[in-house]
């Protein structure tokens, strides 16, 4: 992933708050205009709930000369700003200052002022009387608006209280999707770590509740722990994002992003490359030849030839390349050795160490001869070897020789530096199961 293309820190969440148009009607004291709802049914109960309330007299003389200033051709929206305070002061009741509220919102509308829009939906929210059909709506308008002002804790409570009233993103608009609001909150804040460890958490209860985990909360989690070099919940963003959208790009960036924010030592990145090439991402000049590098072409010359095979047919590299008219005759050189000491290899394995038996199964593996290469491994394991190496390379060869449960079963043994490659592995295995 790329530190330069990340969304920005903060951005503006569209705010449809002048879709809330609010009627400023007041007659006799005795109702108050209704939302304008989308559907009109909706509208009309609101519009039969709304005439319903009752102002005090004194309230109604202040509020129906500023609500007339919004109505007509001769309308005067900065006039009736200047006279919120005013109509605030006189709202005694909860019916009063719902309908100031209201007055206030409609301003804000008139205006475009985002500020006053905020400050009638609060004012309508505070008098406990907003009907149960709109509390969602009106508190995630409320948490738009309080975003877009930086004010980042209020913007989550007010959305936390619209998802409580059962909240629901209709469309594919980041800017309506409550829980992308909240993860971008904590991000604009300057926590990462409570960014991350809120997606993860709601990711999680939507995996348990059955439902669609969106893309975006993944990316822009994984996005900040690459940002802020948070490396073991990139492990835990990653493993979340391959188990639900498992596409070649996300195997791509999940991969190079726990890469790159750990240390691994040459003998475990290999790992992380060959999960690279399992999965079709290995496709980029740099990291082939990081692969070959800390594969060495004089130990591991099959493997090699097979990745610049690779190279040859995506166009990372070509026959007069440089680089490959120089690791291509050491290959060339070294490989029909591997294959034709094979038995002396596996016969030193038998009788010697565990690292002979580790080197017997690296060395078949390179020959694609999975089957003996997870024999080898799983004598070195006997023999007193690195279990976590041992396991994890007894993994891998089980899953590319199709034995996908043996494997997870394997990968899930591994513990230490190797662990974040072993789930990796393990939910390659697991897609690859069906």
């Known amino acids: 992933m790329n530190r330069a293309n990340h969304p920005t820190r903060r951005h503006s969440v569209r705010g449809p708050v002048a879709r809330l148009a609010m009627a400023a009607a007041l007659a006799g004291g005795a109702a108050l205009g209704s939302l304008a709802l989308s559907a009109p049914a909706q509208a009309q109960d609101q519009q039969q709930e709304e005439r319903q309330r009752e102002f005090t007299p004194a309230f109604v003389e202040v509020y129906q000369p500023v609500a007339a200033m919004l109505e007509g051709e001769a309308a005067n929206p900065e006039g009736a700003r200047a006279q919120i305070g005013s109509v605030e002061a006189a709202a005694q009741s909860p019916d009063d200052r719902y309908a100031a509220g209201n007055l206030i919102l409609s301003i804000g509308n008139k205006l475009n002022d985002p500020a006053l829009q905020r400050r009638g939906l609060e004012m309508m929210l505070a008098t406990n009387t907003v009907p149960a059909s709109e509390l969602a709506r009106f508190n995630f308008f409320v948490g738009q608006l309080a975003y877009n002002a930086g004010d980042y804790a209020a913007a989550r409570s007010a959305v936390e209280a619209a998802m409580a009233a059962n909240y629901t993103d209709n469309d594919n608009d980041p800017g309506n999707d409550p829980e992308y609001i909240i993860i971008q909150s904590y991000v604009a804040e300057d926590n990462p770590t409570a960014a991350v460890d809120y997606t993860v958490q709601a990711a999680q209860r939507r ?67 060959r999960l690279m090439q399992a999965a079709g991402v290995l496709d980029e000049r740099t990291t082939m030849i990081r692969f070959i590098e800390d594969l060495d072409p004089r130990i591991m010359a099959n493997e090699v030839g097979d990745i610049l095979a690779l190279g040859l047919q995506n166009g990372q590299f070509s026959a007069t390349d440089s680089y490959y008219t120089e690791v291509k005759p050491i290959v060339d050189e070294r490989a029909p050795l591997d294959r034709r000491e094979i038995d002396t290899t596996i016969a030193q394995a038998r009788s010697g160490d565990s690292l002979d038996a580790m080197n017997a199964g690296d060395v078949l593996y390179s020959l694609d001869d999975y089957a003996r290469a997870a024999e080898m491994y799983q004598l070195a394991i006997e023999k007193g070897a690195d279990a976590d190496t041992a396991r994890t390379r007894l993994g891998i060869a089980q899953t590319m020789q199709g034995d996908y449960a043996a494997a997870q079963t394997t990968f899930g043994q591994v513990d230490g530096q190797r662990e974040p490659i072993a789930r990796l592995w393990a939910i390659y295995a697991a897609q690859q199961a069906g």
């Open 207 to 273: 995996l348990d509740a059955g439902q669609p985990v969106p893309e975006r909360w993944l990316l822009r989690a994984l996005q900040t722990t690459y940002d802020s070099e948070l490396a073991p919940q990139a492990v835990d963003v990653s493993d979340l994002l391959l188990k639900t959208h498992p596409t070649e790009q996300n195997w791509k960036n999940a991969i190079q992003v726990v890469n790159a924010l750990t240390e691994f030592p040459e003998d475990q990145r290999v790992d992380l490359y």
